[in-house]
């Protein structure tokens, strides 16, 4: 039993984040309690979630869809960094997570290599009758190890706006490339 939390039990252990409406989470552990976790911080009722390098994240995504704790977010933000556990990032998580709900309008996601950034996609597009702001950004190791911006591949790019208008568009790909896939796809 974790945070008192009992197999097959629901309980919201901070009662008084039961009106909590944005949760920003850094270097937090979901490896031994996600499902607690899920419940005890009552992630259905939040605006905005912020996971920012939390160990097993994707764990803690995948938790929540499979337990029908399907969110209202407006905003979210996923970083999972090159000193994060999780060595390889699985867009299969991530993606069925923004496919539970609708109405998010805001989207930022850091990843670390490698990812395969277009199974990702059909995640975002799930929201992209309300999305406003995106930022997708990659990151892998240079030859010396240190972290260095990893190129979003032109047919992410060309999806992606294909298919979205936005307000804001954040991406890690250097200028020409972006007006190449823009003008000539």
């Known amino acids: 039993m974790v945070l008192q939390i009992g197999p097959g039990e629901e309980k919201l252990l901070f009662p008084s984040l039961d009106t909590l409406d944005t949760l920003s989470l850094s270097a937090v552990s979901f490896q031994f309690a996600a499902r607690e976790m899920a419940c005890a911080l009552n992630v259905i009722e939040l605006n ?3 996971l920012w390098n939390c160990s097993q994240s994707l764990g803690f995504l995948d938790t929540i869809v ?13 970083v999972i960094d090159l000193d994060h556990d999780e060595a390889e990032i699985h867009a299969d998580p991530t993606t069925g997570f923004l496919e539970a709900f609708k109405e998010l309008e805001d989207l930022f996601l850091m990843f670390t290599e490698p990812t395969n950034w277009n199974s990702v996609v059909p995640g975002i597009l799930a929201h992209k009758s309300t999305l406003k702001r995106l930022m997708v950004h990659g990151r892998s190791p240079d030859h010396l190890g240190r972290p260095d911006d990893e190129e979003i591949p032109t047919s992410t790019i060309e999806q992606l706006f294909g298919e979205i208008r936005l307000s804001c568009f954040g991406i890690c790909v250097g200028a020409l490339r972006l007006v190449r896939s823009l003008l000539f796809p």
């Open 48 to 50: 905005s979630l912020k």
């Open 66 to 78: 499979s337990e029908g704790r399907t969110p209202r977010l407006r905003s979210f933000e996923l």
